[in-house]
């Protein structure tokens, strides 16, 4: 018996939702455990080099979207509803272009670190029973090919935050699947229309 008693089932349950305790291990918990952190990756392989990838992950957002079905909620959509939020309800960063610089919003995201070139991270803005994070990064192969990796990271927050990612995990693997494959076959494109315009 723990030290007290033994704590009511409906207090339980209350902090569970409240995500008391879901942060890290409690005393009894064994060795090892944590909070919990679900990814997902997309990998796709590029006929353009890194540099025409970085081209299409510095013009996210805004007017040019992100390369996803139109009109499908994303998993920061779907948590935001559970959370008492409104949901899908786009933010923009503004009436100029998009700034990659850490702290600057991006739709419903902040950028949280950039890597010129290389690495993108973007946090989740909205409220959410737990964080969100996005990840965006290409990497060389060729000199004229490159790989790119996007990975979305949920550390949940109480039982209301397993029970989101687990709600949204269909759409949301889709919607981020077929933006990984947009977005690189817009690098294609592009570079393949500038090597001609050469």
Sequence with gaps: ????????YRTAVRRAL?????????PSDPP?????????????????????VWSVIETLGGPHGWYTVPGVATLTGHLDVLAGGPGVVPRRHGDGPARL?????????????????RRLVLRAADRLPGDARLELAVTPTDRLTSRYTQTLRFTPRGM???????AAYPSQRFVFAVMARTLAG????RYRRDVRAL
């Excluded at 209301?160 to 687990?166: E, K, M, Q, V």
């Design 186 to 189: 817009v690098a294609e494109t």
């Design 1 to 8: 018996t723990p030290p007290g008693g033994r704590t009511p």
């Design 32 to 52: 090892g455990t944590g909070p919990l952190e679900w990814s997902t990756t997309d990998t796709r392989d590029v006929a353009a080099p890194a540099r025409a």
């Design 18 to 26: 409240d995500g008391v305790g879901a942060a890290g291990p409690g």
């Design 101 to 117: 610089l850490p702290g600057e919003p991006l739709d419903r995201w902040t950028v949280e670190i950039v890597e010129p070139g």
């Design 160 to 166: 209301a935050g397993r029970l989101g990612w687990l």
